[in-house]
T-cell receptor
Framework: AQTVTQSQPEMSVQEAETVTLSCTYDTSENNYYLFWYKQPPSRQMILVIRQEAYKQQNATENRFSVNFQKAAKSFSLKISDSQLGDTAMYFCAFMKHETGVFSSNTGKLIFGQGTTLQVKP | NAGVTQTPKFRILKIGQSMTLQCTQDMNHNYMYWYRQDPGMGLKLIYYSVGAGITDKGEVPNGYNVSRSTTEDFPLRLELAAPSQTSVYFC?????????FGPGTRLTVT
């Protein structure tokens, strides 16, 4: 079974600085996806960034980037130029690549415990 | 598109009561999911469906039931509510792996 571990329950960063959130996972699969989700106080789940395991290049989305180390099973999220609106809980999630009846990825996610990020003015 | 909608937003149940959490998506997605999120924790998969008429258990299915009679709707039924079911419930749908989440239902069982 797959597991996802986020070892930092809480983090804080000053506005405009850079912060890195850690995530490790355990799997025997070779083909999978990794995600970072943001959950602000509104509790809406917002996809921040996605990484396909078969891609060696690290994913980036504007101020958000990942450091994907497949051999080490590590998937950290770097937030550059932190903004007050980045204050939220962040979840790392794993999805095994498996196709279903309709030949699309079945999309079952396994989440870590979350890291609460506070951006201070 | 409204995306994924859930009703109600909040509910308080007494122990032993039953209720149905509603979930609807208008994106014509085949895959739909129910997750629960306990305080300070990540989401855990309760049930999922790969299409109308097809459902399967996730990681924490005990105490819940689902049905999928249409592509759009995926209701979650709680029978004999227990305090351990106090949680926030999220419905999601997906196509090609990217999940779209509803706004969640906060349920308290007392």
């Amino acid at each position: 079974a797959q597991t996802v571990t986020q070892s930092q329950p809480e983090m804080s960063v000053q506005e405009a600085e850079t912060v890195t959130l850690s995530c490790t996972y355990d799997t025997s699969e070779n083909n999978y996806y990794l995600f970072w989700y943001k959950q602000p106080p509104s509790r809406q789940m917002i996809l921040v960034i996605r990484q396909e395991a078969y891609k060696q290049q690290n994913a980036t989305e504007n101020r958000f980037s990942v450091n994907f180390q497949k051999a080490a099973k590590s998937f950290s999220l770097k937030i550059s130029d932190s903004q007050l609106g980045d204050t939220a809980m962040y979840f790392c999630a794993f999805m095994k690549h498996e196709t279903g009846v309709f030949s699309s990825n079945t999309g079952k996610l396994i989440f870590g415990q979350g890291t609460t990020l506070q951006v201070k003015p | 598109n409204a995306g994924v909608t859930q009703t109600p937003k909040f509910r308080i149940l007494k122990i032993g009561q039953s209720m149905t959490l509603q979930c609807t998506q208008d994106m014509n997605h085949n895959y739909m999911y129910w997750y629960r999120q306990d305080p300070g924790m990540g989401l855990k998969l309760i049930y999922y469906s790969v299409g109308a008429g097809i459902t399967d258990k996730g990681e924490v299915p005990n105490g819940y039931n689902v049905s999928r009679s249409t592509t759009e709707d995926f209701p979650l039924r709680l029978e004999l509510a227990a305090p351990s079911q106090t949680s926030v419930y999220f419905c999601a749908s997906t196509e090609r792996g990217e999940q779209y989440f509803g706004p969640g239902t906060r349920l308290t069982v007392t």
